[in-house]
């Protein structure tokens, strides 16, 4: 039986403001594909090169990084993203598109590998109004993602991954997602659940310095009723562990305003198509993440795929990692390993903000996906706060809301007894 998850067992990812694994370039605001819960309004409106740059130049100034993550709206909307790549590539980082996958074809991925690109991580799920895929559910967008995941193979040397977002009405289906990940795991190198959130609750009032603000302006405000804002990442793993009682996390980030939450949790698995022989332990990330920083002074995004099909050198180094010991004991003996590949595939589950019962809000602590707002650093997934009202907005608890003046101050608020 696994053991609840506990963060001081597991690997507290070095990540930080100024020293992390990537940052998050945004390009254009314009997407082809409309998706339930997207936190970015879809303008027609790209970036200039000479605008990207500058954005870069922010990056460079204030963060350690090891790739740009290429997102949007839609990066492949914008008509100069082979030279946003090749760009990115001439500055030294690794280049990674974060695409929807709707305007990928071979073509473009060549012209995109000719310029320098690593990595791909594509957005595909049930609530997208995606042409041909409407009203599928998650395991019929298997179909889908296998399509592009070939396109992708197909041009080599390129990492693939799949995010997805995790309602209540597709928590269900996530066990079948990660059983096809490992059927396709020579292609697929990681798979991400994103937990759903919305930007209001009803709990709170919201403020932009003293000012108090309406969010039903932002995109993200109006959930479907019914729908649970507090998924967590220990829901998503206790539905895995529903199919495979032995799936065991090794690493996370924290929350800023609760340390034992886990914004985002890494599993790394080594197997075949056939079968998964164990899970990587906090010892073995441990050593990844600070080898590779101690080499190029960078901590490490998006593994080369070729280094993913090495597991089975991986694992000698189970002398100092207990995941990595009860791996090698499970494929030394394993004859059918001799001739076949041991692959590497990580699963990430990433749990967005939440917002305590007296207002804080818990963001993630040492969050990679950092993008730029008026020249400096900036939270992407709460970006419209800042284009909307010019800040991040403060969330207050109705109930200790101040009274108008003049009003009797209720029991129980900021000044009752």
Known sequence: MSEPLDHRKLYRLPWSLSDNTIAWLE????????????????????????????????????????????????PL??????????????????????????????????????????????????????????????????????????????????????????????LDQ?????????????????????????????????????????????????????TRLDITARDVVAKIRERHPDFEPCAYLNGTEKPDSFKWLLTGRFGTKKKIYGYMGPKFIELAQTSHHLRTGRYLAYAEPKTLRRGKWMLWLWPFDKGLRRTFLRAFFDPRLAFRPLHLQSIMIIQPIDVTPDGRQNMCDGCPDMTVWDGRLAWSCRLEECMKFGQFVRTVPKACVPAPEGEPVKAGTNGGA
């Open 27 to 74: 390009p254009t605001s314009k997407c082809n594909i409309y998706c339930e819960g997207c936190y970015r309004a879809n303008v027609n409106q790209h970036k200039s090169m000479e605008e990207i740059s500058a954005d870069l130049d922010v990056f460079a100034k204030y963060r350690t990084f090891d790739g740009v993550s290429i997102a949007g709206g839609d």
């Open 77 to 170: 909307t914008h008509p100069k993203i082979v030279d946003i790549v090749k760009m990115i590539q001439d500055r030294g980082w690794k280049p990674i598109l974060n695409t929807n996958g709707h305007a990928l074809k071979p073509e473009l991925l060549r012209e995109l590998k000719r310029a320098g690109l690593m990595g791909i991580t594509l957005h595909v799920d049930s609530k997208q109004m995606r042409p041909g895929w409407k009203g599928k559910t998650e395991l019929e967008l298997n179909e889908l993602r296998l399509q592009l995941a070939k396109m992708i193979g197909d041009a080599g040397d390129i990492s693939c991954a799949f995010n997805s977002t995790v309602y209540s009405d597709t």
């Open 174 to 226: 996530i066990p079948g997602m990660v059983d096809w990940a490992q059927e396709h795991i020579d292609l697929v190198h990681v798979m991400v659940f994103i937990c759903f959130r919305a930007a209001v609750e009803s709990a709170y009032e919201y403020y932009a310095g003293a000012r108090k603000i309406d969010m039903q302006q932002l995109v993200y405000s109006d959930p479907p009723a019914g």
